[in-house]
């Protein structure tokens, strides 16, 4: 849903640091790594100790590092290797994985409303992911849903940003609303493959 508008505006604004970066021989592999694994960390340390607002800050950082390996790899000539693809694909799956997880290690101790819909989150995800990377290998596409990964992710660092700000509620509303846009996502993608196939 935002990732096609905006593609082209966001490439133009990246372009003169990924061209910098592919002068001092950062590839787009090692970016794909080094935000996969700093989102890691971030999540683990600050939002499994309740650290939201500085915590969001930190993480959206490193995943929006995610936006740098693709343009790198054009930039370079290979527009991506077979491994590279498989390499983002995997890190980002684990990468919002953690995100959820480290809220969930907080809410289990502070939080224990927020556990449903986390669990139903990160259930959902998954699905979202595995049904079109099935779908493809049908050879069946499937680019549909109203919530692919950026989606996901800027409702769920928004509610956590929010409520680091202290807005008490902003979890609660952006947890469930998360829920049903996967959940719409998730229909929708399994719409597409029963009608194709």
């Given at each position: 849903m935002l990732r096609i508008p905006l593609k082209s505006g966001v490439t133009r604004a990246i372009l003169p640091l990924a061209r910098l970066m592919v002068r001092v021989g950062i590839t787009?592999?090692?970016?794909?790594?080094?935000?996969?694994?700093?989102?890691?960390?971030?999540?683990?340390?600050?939002?499994a100790r309740?650290?939201?607002?500085?915590?969001?800050?930190?993480?959206a950082f490193f995943l929006l590092s995610d936006l740098f390996d693709g343009t790198i790899a054009r930039l370079t000539g290979s527009n991506g290797t077979r491994f590279g693809a498989?390499?983002?694909?995997?890190?980002?799956?684990?990468s919002d994985a953690v995100v959820i997880i480290a809220l969930i290690l907080w809410s289990v101790e502070e939080e224990g409303s927020w556990l449903i819909p986390?669990?139903?989150?990160?259930?959902?995800?998954?699905?979202?992911?595995?049904?079109?990377?099935?779908?493809?290998?049908?050879g069946i596409s499937c680019e549909v849903g109203v919530a692919e990964r950026a989606e996901r992710l800027i409702v769920l660092l928004?509610?956590?940003?929010?409520?680091?700000?202290?807005v008490s509620?902003?979890?609660?509303?952006?947890?469930?609303?998360?829920?049903?846009?996967?959940?719409?996502?998730?229909?929708?993608r399994f719409y597409v493959v029963m009608r194709d196939a």
């Open positions: 787009a592999n090692a970016i794909t790594v080094v935000g996969a694994i700093g989102s890691w960390i971030a999540s683990l340390y600050f939002f309740g650290n939201f607002f500085f915590g969001t800050l930190v993480i498989l390499l983002d694909s995997t890190l980002d799956r684990i986390l669990i139903a989150s990160l259930v959902l995800g998954f699905m979202i992911s595995y049904i079109k990377a099935r779908a493809e290998g049908l928004t509610s956590t940003g929010l409520y680091g700000l202290g509620s902003a979890m609660d509303i952006g947890l469930w609303f998360l829920v049903i846009i996967n959940a719409i996502t998730v229909v929708q």
